[in-house]
């Protein structure tokens, strides 16, 4: 099964693309419908994948509300939101296309398409292939897991660092000079 990951900018979207797109949204977890149309238009690219003619997938790098990434972060007992601009979100696989490696594709679409290497992600804590997805390019917990508005359902913060910040963070001293 051949797929696509197509990114896009909001504003090279038609508005038939942009409602197909917050359709699958829709579909997945935790999506703030109020805050939705804005969001998505201001996001920094959308991903789109086609399985024939067949809209499978969604993704996007968005630019997070500062308030509401402050929250997020709080929430995971995790400092300096400040530091990461976008936020990985919004991915959906319809289910006939789901465990074929189509959201582990998006991601890395995605994480290639960072203007700096930093980002963030949440997602429930159950969602196994999802954290796989995230932690092959480059996210890694952090914090805490932390309430969702939802009943019974926490979520985990997901950061993705440059190189640079993991290095001088780690600050380690290579073994064989110990
Ligand atoms: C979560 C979701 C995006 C995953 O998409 P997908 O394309 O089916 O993902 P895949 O299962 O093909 O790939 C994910 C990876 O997780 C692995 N995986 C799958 N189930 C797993 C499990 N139970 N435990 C651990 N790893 C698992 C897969 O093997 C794959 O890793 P690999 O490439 O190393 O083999 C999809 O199920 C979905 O849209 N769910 C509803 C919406 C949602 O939860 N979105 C996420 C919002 S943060």
Redesign the pocket.
């Known amino acids: 099964m051949d797929f696509f990951v197509e990114l896009r900018e909001p504003s090279a979207c038609s508005a038939p693309d942009l409602d197909r797109f917050k359709r699958l949204v829709r ?4 999506v703030r419908l109020q805050t939705l149309d804005s969001l998505v238009s201001h996001a920094l690219v959308l991903a789109l994948v086609r399985v024939g003619a067949e809209e499978a ?1 969604v993704g996007a790098l968005k630019r997070p509300n500062p308030l509401y990434r402050k929250k997020v972060f709080a929430k995971a007992g995790v400092a300096d939101p400040e530091r990461f601009g976008h936020e990985l ?6 289910e006939a ?8 594709a998006i991601v890395g679409a995605l994480v290639a398409h960072l203007p700096q290497a930093s980002a963030y ?4 804590e159950v ?7 995230l932690e ?1 390019h480059g996210f890694a917990r952090a914090g805490k897991p932390y309430a969702s508005t939802r009943p019974n359902k926490m979520l985990l913060l997901f950061l993705r660092t440059s190189v640079d910040d993991v290095y001088s963070e780690a600050a380690v001293t290579p073994k064989e000079f110990t």
Do not use: C, D, Q
Request: overall charge positive; aromatic content about 10%.
């Open positions: 579909k997945g977890e935790e997938a979100g919004w991915v959906y696989v319809e296309f789901r465990g074929r490696g189509i959201a582990p992600a949440t997602s429930l969602n196994l292939p999802m954290h796989r997805a092959l």
